[in-house]
T-cell receptor, first 115, second 111 residues
Framework: DAGVTQSPTHLIKTRGQQVTLRCSPKSGHDTVSWYQQALGQGPQFIFQYYEEEERQRGNFPDRFSGHQFPNYSSELNVNALLLGDSALYLC??????????????FGAGTRLSVL | KQEVTQIPAALSVPEGENLVLNCSFTDSAIYNLQWFRQDPGKGLTSLLLIQSSQREQTSGRLNASLDKSSGRSTLYIAASQPGDSATYLCAVKGGSYIPTFGRGTSLIVHP
């Protein structure tokens, strides 16, 4: 049973470029959340997708957008990259309904470096 | 706005010691509190989840308590082992259901 998988593992971009990160949820999960974790900080919630719709959003600008596909996998897109976007981007999946919704399984993350 | 603080920021102890990690939050109107473990360069692993109506949860050598009125939670690790070395994060989920994380406590347990 595969857990949450993210790709790529590492990515280097330059300022102004655009990037797409990908996430496949744990088998049986239908909800995907994205987090940004800067070095030495705790993760910050970006947004959550359920039934292909953005369900909740944290305090991130519109440069950050996402998508969820019918197979529940998800993409995070960041436009007009800034140096401050350099971070570990984490994807977490869960299953809607009851206490299990609170148990998120995290992927290993994508390390994005913006030069 | 919810703020979560974790003390200490870093801890280095010899194997076998009992440890207490602290987490404090500013808004006591929470839905639940969760403790996670993060190994270097890796994702998060959920350790314990405490609902707002609960006072504590236990799993093996780990025990987490919650005191909503004082805005505090503690994670107790008994008989620490080198394999416990990691960063421990607490996350508080409030009425918005958006989790707020602390910066974590970096723990090193040396043999």
């Amino acid at each position: 049973d595969a857990g949450v998988t993210q790709s790529p593992t590492h990515l280097i971009k330059t300022r102004g470029q655009q990037v797409t990160l990908r996430c496949s949820p744990k088998s049986g999960h239908d909800t995907v959340s994205w987090y940004q974790q800067a070095l030495g900080q705790g993760p910050q919630f970006i947004f959550q997708y359920y039934e292909e719709e953005e369900r909740q959003r944290g305090n991130f600008p519109d440069r950050f957008s996402g998508h969820q596909f019918p197979n529940y996998s998800s993409e995070l897109n960041v436009n007009a990259l800034l140096l401050g976007d350099s971070a570990l981007y984490l994807c977490a999946s869960s299953l809607v309904g009851g206490i299990s919704e609170n148990i998120q399984y995290f992927g290993a993350g994508t390390r994005l470096s913006v030069l | 706005k919810q703020e979560v603080t974790q003390i200490p920021a870093a801890l280095s102890v010899p194997e076998g010691e009992n440890l207490v990690l602290n987490c404090s939050f500013t808004d006591s109107a929470i839905y639940n509190l969760q403790w996670f473990r993060q190994d270097p360069g890796k994702g998060l692993t959920s350790l314990l989840l405490i609902q707002s109506s609960q006072r504590e949860q236990t799993s093996g050598r780990l025990n987490a308590s919650l005191d909503k009125s004082s805005g505090r939670s503690t994670l107790y690790i008994a008989a620490s082992q080198p394999g416990d070395s990691a960063t421990y994060l607490c996350a508080v989920k409030g009425g918005s259901y958006i989790p707020t994380f602390g910066r974590g406590t970096s723990l090193i347990v040396h043999p």
